[in-house]
C-alpha cells in the first residue's frame, strides 16, 4: 500500500525548487531607512490611499460599493492595494497604472486562496483530518507557488478560528473544534504559503484570519455576535492566532462578529493591546470585506467618517472595500480625531511588506506569464493534489472488512446524486476556472478499473430532493450490482460563508435513499460528501461501511477510488466532534467534568445528561479507523513526580497487528485533576502520526514540559499548579489505550 513516504517525497521535491526562487537582498534596517525616506515624501492623502483597498468587479467576493472611479484612484496614488484581480496579464495592467502615480508605489494583490489556486486541493477542515503537518503545508506550498505565479502576493488565508458548532458553514475553512491540532495547522498553513521567505517569487504573504472568535458566532449563524470569557478567550480562541504569527504570518484579518460588545474591526483590545502590543506584531491589519462599514449597521458608529474614526484608532490598517478611510481619514486628521502618528504607523507596515515583496525593485516580478504558464496545473500540482486528498479521507465504519474492496468484485453500482458530480469535489471558496477538471468518484472508479470490473450508475435522487421518483431505477441498479457505492452529502455551496444551517441532517431524502438500496441485502459502502459534520444517524447503524471523504478537490474521485480498493490506507481522524442532534451543539470533547456529572452516557435523574439522547457525540473528536489495526502497550513514565523545571519522558509500544501496513495517529491527553480553576475532562497536547508495517512495532516518546500542564489562574496568569495529573495515549478522544498519573510538586 501507498505509504506517508510518498507524500514525504512530494514535500522534498517542492522544498527543493523553492531554493531556485528568485530572492531580493535585502536587510531590515535598509528596509526601514526606505520606508521612512519614502514616507517623509507622502502627503497625507497619499498616505490615506496605502491604507484603501478595492476589489475587481469581476471577481467580487462580497456585496460592491458604487465605484467609478477606482483606475482614477490608482493613477493618483489613491490605492494600496487591489483584491480579486487574476493573472499575469491583469496584475501586470493594473500595477501599470499605479507606476503612473506621482511616488510610483506598487498595489499590493491579494486573493482568497484557501484551498488551492488552480489545482484545487481538499477543503482546509477536510486536511486538518489528515492530522499530517507535512501534507497540510505542502497544500499551502503548492498554492502559495501557483498564486505568485498567476500574480498574487497575497492570500486572505489561514482562517484559524477554532469552531465547536458544525451550524456554522464556515466550519470547512479551519481546522475544527481543537486549539492544540488548529495551532498546529496554523503554523504549517503559514510556513506552506510563505515558503522560504517574502520576496520569493514563488511565496505569498499568508493573512490570518478572522482575528478574532469568529468561531463562536451564536447559534452558529454567520456574522452574528460573539460574547465569551477573558478566560475562553485566551484558553481556546487566540493560540492558533498566536501560532501562526510565530511561525512568520505576515498579515492579520479581523472578523465581522463583535465580541463582548464591541465589534472585532473596532476593537482596540484585540487589535492594539494583544496583537501590536503584547503579541508585538509588524505587519499589518486588513479589515474584512466592508466591515469597518458595517460597525453602522452593529450600533458601534454613527457613519463612516465615525467608522473610520473607530477603525483606524483601534488598530486597523488597511479598509477592505469600504471606502471609510478613502472617504473620510484627511478631515478627521484636520479635526483632530485621529492622529497622523497612527496613521504614518499604518502605512509604514504596509509600505515594509511592498518591500520585503522586492516590489519596489520590481513591480511586475511576479506578473510573468511565462511563469504562470510554466507552473499552473503541473502535473507535481496534481500529484500532491492526490496525495493530500487521499490523507484527508475518513473511516467511520467497515462492518466485516468490507472495505477494501476486491477489484474482481464483478460489478458495482454507483448510486447517489454526488456519483457523476465534478462541480462538487472543489468545494467552497475554490478558484473558479473556465473548463475545469474535477475528478469525479465514477471517473475515479473507471480510471481505475476499466475493462476489470462492470461500473453502473444510478443518481436515485438530487441533493435537496423531496421527490423519490429515482429511488426504483436506483434499487434496481443496486440488484444487479455485486457491491454499492453511494455518494451523497452537500452540494458545493451548501457549507461555506454565510452558508449556515439550523438543519444539519442529511439533506432532503439521501438518507431515505440509503434505506432502500440497503433493504436489497446488498453490501453498501456510504461515502459521505460535504464541508461539515452533518448527521446520519441511521446510516450510522445500518450501512456496513462508511468513508468521509468531505470536499476533496481536482483528484477527488482518484482519491476515493485509491482508497476504496486498498491502494492506500486511510488514517485520517476527525477535527470535529459529529453530533447525533442539532440540540447536543455544542458537542465537543474538552468539555468541563460539572458538579454532577453522569457516570454513564445516558439519562440519570439529577446528572448532566439528556432525557433523549446520549450525551457522547455520533463520532468523537479523533476518531478514524483504517483497514489494519494498531495495538498500544507497554506504557513508561521516567518518573512519578516532576518538579515545574523538569520533564517528564513518556514512551510506549505501538505495533500494526493487523495485515496490512498503514498509519495511526496516536494521541496524548491530559487532564489537570484539581485546579485553582476548572480544567476540562481531558486536553489534546501531543500527536503523531506513524507509519508501521503490518507485524512492525516501533517505540513512540513523548516529552511533557511544564507549558503542556499550565493554564490561566483565576488572575490570567499562565501558571502550572501542583497537583494531580491524569496522561491519556490513545487513538481517539474517547478511545483511550493507556494511562497513568503523575504529580506535579513545588
Known amino acids: 500500500m501507498t505509504s506517508f513516504r510518498t507524500g514525504f517525497s512530494v514535500v522534498c521535491l517542492f522544498v527543493s525548487s523553492i531554493a531556485a526562487a528568485q530572492t531580493p537582498k535585502k536587510t531590515d534596517q535598509s528596509i526601514d531607512s526606505k520606508v521612512n525616506a519614502l514616507l517623509a515624501k507622502m502627503t497625507l492623502e497619499e498616505k490615506i490611499g496605502q491604507l484603501n483597498q478595492y476589489t475587481s468587479d469581476r471577481l467580487a467576493t462580497g456585496p460592491l460599493s458604487p465605484n467609478s472611479s477606482k483606475y482614477e484612484d490608482i493613477r493618483n496614488g489613491k490605492v494600496g492595494s487591489m483584491l480579486n484581480v487574476r493573472g499575469a496579464k491583469d496584475t501586470r495592467m493594473l500595477q501599470d497604472m499605479a507606476m503612473q502615480s506621482r511616488l510610483k508605489i506598487p498595489l499590493l494583490f491579494g486573493l482568497d486562496v484557501i484551498h488551492g489556486y488552480r489545482v484545487t486541493f481538499p477543503i482546509p477542515l477536510a486536511e486538518a483530518a489528515s492530522w499530517d503537518m507535512n501534507t497540510v503545508e505542502l497544500s499551502a506550498r503548492v498554492a502559495g507557488k501557483e498564486a505568485a505565479a ?4 497575497w492570500t486572505f488565508a489561514p482562517m484559524v478560528d477554532i469552531s465547536r458548532d458544525p451550524r456554522w458553514g464556515r466550519v470547512m475553512e479551519g481546522a475544527g473544534e481543537d486549539t492544540y491540532l488548529g495551532s498546529s495547522i496554523a503554523a504549517a498553513r503559514v510556513k506552506g504559503f510563505q515558503g522560504k521567505g517574502l520576496g520569493n517569487t514563488d511565496a505569498v504573504m499568508a493573512c490570518v484570519k478572522h482575528f478574532a472568535a469568529y468561531g463562536a458566532a451564536i447559534a452558529g449563524r454567520d456574522y452574528n455576535t460573539v460574547d465569551m470569557s477573558d478566560r475562553l478567550l485566551w484558553e481556546v480562541y487566540l493560540p492558533p492566532f498566536k501560532a501562526a504569527l510565530d511561525a512568520g504570518a505576515a498579515t492579520f484579518m479581523n472578523s465581522f462578529n463583535d465580541l463582548n460588545g464591541t465589534p472585532a474591526t473596532g476593537n482596540a483590545y484585540l487589535q492594539r493591546d494583544i496583537l501590536k502590543g503584547k503579541w508585538n506584531f509588524q505587519g499589518f491589519v486588513v479589515s474584512d470585506w466592508g466591515s469597518i462599514r458595517e460597525m453602522i449597521p452593529h450600533g458601534f458608529a454613527k457613519d463612516g467618517k465615525d467608522a473610520a474614526r473607530l477603525a483606524l484608532n483601534a488598530g486597523s490598517d488597511m479598509d477592505m472595500e469600504g471606502r471609510c478611510y478613502i472617504d473620510n481619514l484627511a478631515a478627521l486628521v484636520k479635526e483632530g480625531k485621529v492622529s497622523e502618528s497612527l496613521i504614518n504607523d499604518a502605512v509604514k507596515r504596509i509600505l515594509r511588506k511592498k518591500y520585503e515583496m522586492g516590489l519596489f525593485d520590481d513591480p511586475y516580478r511576479f506578473s510573468d506569464q511565462k511563469r504562470e504558464d510554466a507552473v499552473l496545473n503541473s502535473a507535481e500540482n496534481k500529484k500532491a493534489a492526490l496525495e493530500v486528498a487521499k490523507k484527508s479521507i475518513v473511516l467511520l465504519k467497515n462492518e466485516s472488512q468490507l472495505l477494501p474492496l476486491n477489484k474482481n468484485a464483478g460489478s458495482i453500482a454507483v448510486i447517489g446524486p454526488l456519483g457523476k458530480s465534478s462541480e462538487d469535489m472543489k468545494g467552497f471558496w475554490s478558484v473558479t476556472w473556465d473548463n475545469d477538471h474535477l475528478v469525479s468518484l465514477y471517473e475515479g472508479l473507471d480510471n481505475k478499473l476499466k475493462g476489470i470490473v462492470k461500473l453502473s450508475y ?38 461555506g460563508e454565510a452558508k449556515s444551517r439550523a438543519n444539519i441532517h442529511l439533506p432532503g431524502v439521501q438518507e431515505e435513499l440509503i434505506q432502500a438500496v440497503k433493504a436489497t441485502g446488498k453490501p453498501v459502502v456510504v461515502l459521505v460528501m460535504a464541508g461539515r459534520p452533518l448527521i446520519f444517524n441511521w446510516t450510522a447503524d445500518h450501512a456496513d461501511a462508511i468513508l468521509y471523504t468531505w470536499w476533496l478537490g481536482s483528484e477527488a474521485g482518484n482519491a476515493i477510488a485509491d482508497v476504496l480498493f486498498g491502494d492506500y490506507n486511510p488514517a485520517g481522524k476527525l477535527p470535529m466532534s459529529f453530533p447525533r442532534a442539532e440540540g447536543q451543539i455544542p458537542v465537543f470533547y474538552n468539555h468541563k467534568n460539572t458538579g454532577r456529572p453522569a457516570s454513564s452516557d445516558h439519562y440519570e435523574q439529577y446528572r448532566s445528561t439528556y432525557l433523549d439522547l446520549p450525551n457522547s457525540p455520533r463520532y468523537s473528536f479523533g476518531y478514524g479507523l483504517s483497514y489494519t489495526k494498531f495495538d498500544m502497550s507497554d506504557l513508561k513514565l521516567d518518573k512519578s513526580k516532576v518538579t515545574q523545571n523538569d520533564v ?12 496490512s501496513d498503514g498509519e495511526e495517529v496516536v494521541q496524548l491527553y491530559l487532564r489537570d485533576m484539581v485546579a485553582s480553576v476548572t480544567r476540562p475532562v481531558k486536553e489534546l497536547k501531543d500527536f503523531q502520526k506513524v507509519f508501521l508495517k503490518a507485524g512492525e512495532s516501533k517505540t513512540i516518546n513523548f516529552t511533557i514540559t511544564k507549558e503542556k500542564l499550565s493554564f490561566y489562574d483565576q488572575k490570567m496568569n499562565w501558571i502550572a499548579e501542583p497537583g494531580e495529573f491524569d496522561l491519556m495515549i490513545g487513538n481517539s478522544s474517547d478511545h ?3 494511562e497513568q498519573k503523575f504529580e506535579l510538586v513545588d
Open 736 to 738: 483511550i489505550l493507556l
Open 648 to 659: 517528564i519522558k513518556v514512551s510506549f509500544t505501538l505495533k500494526n497487528t493487523g495485515k
Open 458 to 495: 444510478a443518481q436515485g435522487c438530487d441533493v435537496t430532493d423531496t421527490s423519490k421518483a429515482g429511488f426504483a431505477e436506483a434499487v434496481n441498479a443496486a440488484r444487479n450490482a455485486d457491491v454499492v457505492v453511494m455518494a451523497v452529502g452537500e452540494k458545493f455551496d451548501m457549507t
Open 150 to 153: 498567476a500574480g498574487q502576493h
